[in-house]
C-alpha cells in the first residue's frame, strides 16, 4: 500500500496539469482574502466568512469528487487497472494507496495556495486573524478528507470518465445545492414532530452539513440554529466534540471504503 | 510575673483577632442612632455581623465597613428621606426567593460606592423617588435581579458594575429613571424594562447576557449611545429587544456580535437613528412594526442582513448597508439603487423551527434567490448611504506576524513535501 500511495503522490505531483490547482486556489484565495478587508479583521463569523465557507462548499467537494472518480476511471480506461489486477497486489491496498496518494498531494497542493494567498493577503493589506485562517483551514482539509474518498468510492462504479463526471457532478448537485431544497420537500411530507430528529439524521448522513454545523458551532455561532439544536450545539463545543468529529470521520471512511472494496472486488470477477 | 505575661499575651491576641468585632455598645446600629437628623455619622472601619435600619436623614460614612449577613432579611434597610450612605461593603451567605441585600424606599437618597456580593436582589427600590445611585458594585449567582425597581420614579443610576445577576436592572411600573455609563455582564438581561415610560438609558454596556436590553411596554424611552456586544451564546440571545414601545428613541448604539442584533415587535412610531449594527448573525429582525423611522444606521458585516413580516408604514431610509449594489449618480452620497432585503429564511424558520440549521446553507441562498418573496414583503431601502461614519473610525484589528509565519510555515512545509514527493522513490 505504501507504494502504491507514494507512485500515486509522485504520478501526481509530476503532471503539469496538476498544478492548475495552484493557479485556481490561489486566485479563488486571494479574492476572498480581499473580500475580507473591508471587513476590519473582525474574527467572528460575519457574512464575509459565510460567504467564503459557501464557496468552499460549491468548490472543494466537486473538484474533490472528481479528482477520486476520475483517478480510478481514467484506470479502468486505459487498461492499467488490468494490469494491476495481475499483480499481487489486494484491492483494499489498491483503494487506501490511492487515496493516501491523492489525499497528499492535494493537501500538499492546497496548504502551499493557501500559504501563498496569506501572503498575497497581507502584501495587500487586508487585516487577517489568525484563528480566522486555521479555521478556514482545517474546514477546507475535512471538505477535502470527504469527497475524495466519496469521489473514490464512485469511481468504483463507472466504466469511463464521463461517468465518473456525470456521477460526481449529480452527488455535488444533490448533497450540496439542493439538499435544504430536498430536505425541505421530503420533510414536508412527514408528521412535524419528526421534522426535528430527521434533520439531526440528516445532517449526520451527508458531511458536508456536519462539517459545516461542526464549523458554524466551534465558531462560536451555533445559538443561531436555535433551540432544536441546543444539545447537538453543547455536544459539538465540548471536548467530546472533537472525538466526535474523529470517530465519525474514522466511520465515513471506514463505510465507504469497505463499499468500494465490495464493489471492486465484483468487478474483477467479471 | 510569668502568669501575668501569659495573660498579657492571651489578651493581645484576643484584641488581634476579635477586636474588629462588634459588640452591643458600639454596634453599627447604635452608632446610627446615636447620630443626630441630618447629621454625619462616620462608622467604625471592621467586619460586623448584624442587619441595619437607616430611617432617618443622615449621611453615613462606611469606609472600612464590611457587613456578613447570613439571615434571610436584609442586611441594610433604608426608608424615610435623604439618607445618604457611602463606601460600604455586603457579603451575603443566605439566598432566599425575593429578599434583598438593601432594601430601599422613601425619596431623595444617595448610595455611593457600595458593593455587594449575594445571591439575594442586590438593591430592591420599592416606591424610591428622586433617589440617586452611583457606583454600586453588584456580584450575584445569577439567582435574583442585580437592582430591581418597583414603582420608584426619578431616580438615577450611574456607573454601577453588575455581574452574574438574574437581570442586571429590572425596572417595573417605574417612571422617569435614568441609567447612565452602567455596565452589565454575564447575565440574563442586561437591562429589563417593563411597562415604565419616559426612561433613559444612556452610555451603558451590556456584554454576554441573553439579552443586552430588554424593553417592553414602554413610551418615550430614550436609548442612546449604549454598547450591547457579544450576546450570542444563548439560542434565543439578542443584543436589543423592543416589545410593545412607542414614541421612542433608539440612537447611536452601537449592537454587535450578538445572534440577533435587534429584534423588534408590536411597536409603533419610534425613531432608529444612527446606530450601527455590526457582526451579528441576524441583524435585525422586525414583526408588526409599523410607523418607524429607520435612518442612516450602518449594517456591517452582518451574516443575515434585515428581516422583516407583517411591517408597514415604516420610512426605512439612507442606511448604509455593505452588502447592497450601490451606485450614485448625482453625488448626494446616496445610492440610485434600492436595497432589498428578503424575509425568506425568517419565514421558513418561523413556521418550521428546526430549519434554522440551514441558516447560510450554500443551497438555501439559491432556493432564496429562486424564491424571491413578493415584492411587499421585502425590506426596500430606496436610497441606501455610499458610505458610513461608523467605518472611518474603526480599529483595525490584525495579527500580522502571526500570519506571516503561519503562511510561511505553509509554504515551506508543503514545497518541501511537493519536492520529496517528486523525487521519490
Redesign the interface.
Same mark, same amino acid.
Given at each position: 500500500m505504501i507504494?502504491l500511495w507514494? #507512485?500515486e503522490?509522485?504520478t501526481? /505531483?509530476?503532471q503539469r496539469s496538476f498544478y492548475t490547482f495552484l493557479f485556481l486556489w490561489v486566485i479563488v484565495f486571494s479574492l476572498l482574502f480581499l473580500l475580507e478587508k473591508?471587513? +476590519?479583521?473582525? #474574527?467572528?463569523?460575519?457574512? $464575509?466568512?459565510?460567504t467564503i465557507?459557501?464557496i468552499l462548499?460549491?468548490l472543494l467537494p466537486l473538484f474533490m469528487m472528481m479528482n477520486g472518480s476520475f483517478s480510478i476511471a481514467n484506470e479502468m480506461e486505459n487498461g492499467q487497472w488490468r494490469l494491476l489486477c495481475t499483480y499481487p497486489v489486494s484491492i483494499a491496498a489498491y483503494i487506501g494507496g490511492k487515496f493516501l496518494g491523492i489525499f /497528499?498531494?492535494q493537501t500538499? +497542493?492546497f496548504?502551499?495556495s493557501?500559504?501563498?494567498s496569506?501572503?498575497i493577503?497581507?502584501i495587500t493589506g487586508v487585516?487577517? #486573524?489568525?484563528a480566522w485562517?486555521?479555521r478556514i483551514y482545517w474546514f477546507s482539509l475535512l471538505l477535502i478528507f470527504a469527497f475524495l474518498m466519496m469521489g473514490i468510492f464512485l469511481g468504483t462504479f463507472v466504466k469511463t470518465k464521463w461517468q465518473a463526471f456525470t456521477l460526481s457532478v449529480a452527488a455535488w448537485f444533490f448533497g $450540496?445545492? $439542493?439538499?435544504? /431544497?430536498a430536505l425541505?420537500a421530503i420533510?414536508g411530507l412527514m408528521p412535524?414532530p419528526l $421534522?426535528?430528529p430527521l434533520?439531526k439524521l440528516a445532517?449526520f448522513i451527508n458531511p458536508a452539513?456536519f462539517f459545516?454545523?461542526f464549523l458554524?458551532i466551534r465558531w462560536?455561532?451555533g445559538?443561531?440554529?436555535?433551540? #432544536?439544536?441546543?444539545s447537538v450545539?453543547h455536544l459539538f463545543e465540548s471536548g467530546t466534540g472533537i472525538i466526535l468529529l474523529i470517530l465519525y470521520l474514522l466511520a465515513y471512511f471506514l463505510l465507504l471504503f469497505t463499499f468500494a472494496i465490495i464493489s471492486l472486488k465484483r468487478r474483477r470477477m467479471t | 510575673m510569668k502568669n501575668s505575661i501569659k495573660i498579657l499575651l492571651v489578651l493581645v491576641f484576643v484584641s488581634l483577632f476579635f477586636g474588629k468585632e462588634a459588640w452591643a455598645q458600639n454596634s453599627l446600629q447604635t452608632q446610627i442612632n446615636a447620630a443626630p437628623v441630618g447629621g454625619v455619622v462616620k462608622l467604625k472601619a471592621g467586619t460586623y455581623r448584624e442587619r441595619i435600619v437607616i430611617n432617618k436623614p443622615v449621611v453615613v460614612e462606611a469606609e472600612g465597613v464590611i457587613i456578613h449577613n447570613c439571615s434571610s432579611k436584609p442586611a441594610i434597610t433604608i426608608t424615610g428621606k435623604r439618607v445618604r450612605l457611602r463606601d460600604i461593603k455586603l457579603v451575603d451567605c443566605l439566598s432566599g426567593k425575593n429578599s434583598a441585600a438593601i432594601s430601599i424606599s422613601g425619596s431623595g437618597h444617595q448610595l455611593h460606592n457600595i458593593s455587594v456580593t449575594s445571591e439575594k436582589i442586590a438593591l430592591k427600590l420599592k416606591n424610591v423617588q428622586k433617589s440617586k445611585f452611583e457606583n454600586i458594585r453588584i456580584h450575584g449567582q445569577h439567582k435574583e435581579n442585580g437592582i430591581d425597581l418597583w414603582q420608584s420614579e426619578q431616580n438615577l443610576f450611574q456607573q454601577c458594575e453588575i455581574k452574574n445577576v438574574q437581570d442586571g436592572i429590572y425596572l417595573e411600573n417605574s417612571n422617569h429613571n435614568t441609567l447612565i455609563k452602567n455596565s452589565i455582564e454575564h447575565s440574563r438581561y442586561g437591562v429589563h424594562v417593563m411597562f415604565s415610560d419616559h426612561i433613559t438609558l444612556k452610555q451603558n454596556t451590556s456584554t454576554k447576557n441573553v439579552t443586552g436590553a430588554m424593553i417592553m411596554g414602554v413610551k418615550y424611552a430614550e436609548i442612546k449611545e449604549n454598547q450591547l456586544i457579544d450576546n450570542q451564546q444563548n439560542v434565543n440571545a439578542q443584543g436589543l429587544l423592543l416589545y410593545d414601545v412607542h414614541h421612542s428613541n433608539i440612537r447611536d448604539n452601537t449592537i454587535s456580535h450578538n445572534r440577533l442584533g435587534m429584534y423588534i415587535e408590536d411597536s409603533s412610531s419610534n425613531t432608529i437613528i444612527q446606530n450601527k449594527v455590526e457582526a451579528n448573525f441576524i441583524g435585525t429582525q422586525m414583526k408588526k412594526m409599523t410607523k418607524t423611522i429607520m435612518e442612516e444606521n450602518a449594517f456591517i458585516a452582518n451574516v443575515n442582513v434585515i428581516q422583516a413580516t407583517s411591517s408597514r408604514e415604516n420610512q426605512i431610509q439612507h442606511n448604509y448597508w455593505d452588502g447592497a449594489l450601490t451606485l450614485d449618480t448625482d453625488g448626494n452620497h446616496k445610492s440610485n439603487i434600492a436595497f432589498k432585503a428578503d424575509p425568506y429564511f425568517l419565514t421558513l424558520t418561523s413556521e418550521t423551527p428546526p430549519y434554522q440549521l440551514f441558516f447560510q446553507h450554500p443551497g438555501l441562498v439559491l432556493l432564496q434567490k429562486m424564491l424571491k418573496s413578493p415584492d411587499e414583503m421585502l425590506v426596500t431601502d430606496q436610497e441606501p448611504l455610499m458610505t458610513s461614519d461608523w467605518q472611518k473610525n474603526v480599529q483595525v484589528k490584525s495579527e500580522k506576524r502571526s500570519v506571516l509565519l503561519l503562511s510561511l510555515l505553509l509554504i515551506t512545509g508543503s514545497l518541501f513535501l511537493l519536492y520529496i514527493g517528486r523525487k521519490k522513490i
Amino acid at each position: 500500500m505504501i507504494n502504491l500511495w507514494f #507512485s500515486e503522490w509522485k504520478t501526481l /505531483t509530476r503532471q503539469r496539469s496538476f498544478y492548475t490547482f495552484l493557479f485556481l486556489w490561489v486566485i479563488v484565495f486571494s479574492l476572498l482574502f480581499l473580500l475580507e478587508k473591508n471587513n +476590519m479583521g473582525i #474574527s467572528g463569523f460575519t457574512n $464575509i466568512s459565510g460567504t467564503i465557507v459557501n464557496i468552499l462548499l460549491y468548490l472543494l467537494p466537486l473538484f474533490m469528487m472528481m479528482n477520486g472518480s476520475f483517478s480510478i476511471a481514467n484506470e479502468m480506461e486505459n487498461g492499467q487497472w488490468r494490469l494491476l489486477c495481475t499483480y499481487p497486489v489486494s484491492i483494499a491496498a489498491y483503494i487506501g494507496g490511492k487515496f493516501l496518494g491523492i489525499f /497528499t498531494a492535494q493537501t500538499l +497542493m492546497f496548504t502551499f495556495s493557501f500559504g501563498v494567498s496569506m501572503l498575497i493577503g497581507l502584501i495587500t493589506g487586508v487585516p487577517l #486573524s489568525l484563528a480566522w485562517l486555521v479555521r478556514i483551514y482545517w474546514f477546507s482539509l475535512l471538505l477535502i478528507f470527504a469527497f475524495l474518498m466519496m469521489g473514490i468510492f464512485l469511481g468504483t462504479f463507472v466504466k469511463t470518465k464521463w461517468q465518473a463526471f456525470t456521477l460526481s457532478v449529480a452527488a455535488w448537485f444533490f448533497g $450540496i445545492m $439542493i439538499w435544504p /431544497t430536498a430536505l425541505i420537500a421530503i420533510l414536508g411530507l412527514m408528521p412535524y414532530p419528526l $421534522i426535528e430528529p430527521l434533520m439531526k439524521l440528516a445532517m449526520f448522513i451527508n458531511p458536508a452539513e456536519f462539517f459545516r454545523v461542526f464549523l458554524m458551532i466551534r465558531w462560536d455561532s451555533g445559538a443561531v440554529f436555535g433551540q #432544536s439544536y441546543d444539545s447537538v450545539v453543547h455536544l459539538f463545543e465540548s471536548g467530546t466534540g472533537i472525538i466526535l468529529l474523529i470517530l465519525y470521520l474514522l466511520a465515513y471512511f471506514l463505510l465507504l471504503f469497505t463499499f468500494a472494496i465490495i464493489s471492486l472486488k465484483r468487478r474483477r470477477m467479471t | 510575673m510569668k502568669n501575668s505575661i501569659k495573660i498579657l499575651l492571651v489578651l493581645v491576641f484576643v484584641s488581634l483577632f476579635f477586636g474588629k468585632e462588634a459588640w452591643a455598645q458600639n454596634s453599627l446600629q447604635t452608632q446610627i442612632n446615636a447620630a443626630p437628623v441630618g447629621g454625619v455619622v462616620k462608622l467604625k472601619a471592621g467586619t460586623y455581623r448584624e442587619r441595619i435600619v437607616i430611617n432617618k436623614p443622615v449621611v453615613v460614612e462606611a469606609e472600612g465597613v464590611i457587613i456578613h449577613n447570613c439571615s434571610s432579611k436584609p442586611a441594610i434597610t433604608i426608608t424615610g428621606k435623604r439618607v445618604r450612605l457611602r463606601d460600604i461593603k455586603l457579603v451575603d451567605c443566605l439566598s432566599g426567593k425575593n429578599s434583598a441585600a438593601i432594601s430601599i424606599s422613601g425619596s431623595g437618597h444617595q448610595l455611593h460606592n457600595i458593593s455587594v456580593t449575594s445571591e439575594k436582589i442586590a438593591l430592591k427600590l420599592k416606591n424610591v423617588q428622586k433617589s440617586k445611585f452611583e457606583n454600586i458594585r453588584i456580584h450575584g449567582q445569577h439567582k435574583e435581579n442585580g437592582i430591581d425597581l418597583w414603582q420608584s420614579e426619578q431616580n438615577l443610576f450611574q456607573q454601577c458594575e453588575i455581574k452574574n445577576v438574574q437581570d442586571g436592572i429590572y425596572l417595573e411600573n417605574s417612571n422617569h429613571n435614568t441609567l447612565i455609563k452602567n455596565s452589565i455582564e454575564h447575565s440574563r438581561y442586561g437591562v429589563h424594562v417593563m411597562f415604565s415610560d419616559h426612561i433613559t438609558l444612556k452610555q451603558n454596556t451590556s456584554t454576554k447576557n441573553v439579552t443586552g436590553a430588554m424593553i417592553m411596554g414602554v413610551k418615550y424611552a430614550e436609548i442612546k449611545e449604549n454598547q450591547l456586544i457579544d450576546n450570542q451564546q444563548n439560542v434565543n440571545a439578542q443584543g436589543l429587544l423592543l416589545y410593545d414601545v412607542h414614541h421612542s428613541n433608539i440612537r447611536d448604539n452601537t449592537i454587535s456580535h450578538n445572534r440577533l442584533g435587534m429584534y423588534i415587535e408590536d411597536s409603533s412610531s419610534n425613531t432608529i437613528i444612527q446606530n450601527k449594527v455590526e457582526a451579528n448573525f441576524i441583524g435585525t429582525q422586525m414583526k408588526k412594526m409599523t410607523k418607524t423611522i429607520m435612518e442612516e444606521n450602518a449594517f456591517i458585516a452582518n451574516v443575515n442582513v434585515i428581516q422583516a413580516t407583517s411591517s408597514r408604514e415604516n420610512q426605512i431610509q439612507h442606511n448604509y448597508w455593505d452588502g447592497a449594489l450601490t451606485l450614485d449618480t448625482d453625488g448626494n452620497h446616496k445610492s440610485n439603487i434600492a436595497f432589498k432585503a428578503d424575509p425568506y429564511f425568517l419565514t421558513l424558520t418561523s413556521e418550521t423551527p428546526p430549519y434554522q440549521l440551514f441558516f447560510q446553507h450554500p443551497g438555501l441562498v439559491l432556493l432564496q434567490k429562486m424564491l424571491k418573496s413578493p415584492d411587499e414583503m421585502l425590506v426596500t431601502d430606496q436610497e441606501p448611504l455610499m458610505t458610513s461614519d461608523w467605518q472611518k473610525n474603526v480599529q483595525v484589528k490584525s495579527e500580522k506576524r502571526s500570519v506571516l509565519l503561519l503562511s510561511l510555515l505553509l509554504i515551506t512545509g508543503s514545497l518541501f513535501l511537493l519536492y520529496i514527493g517528486r523525487k521519490k522513490i
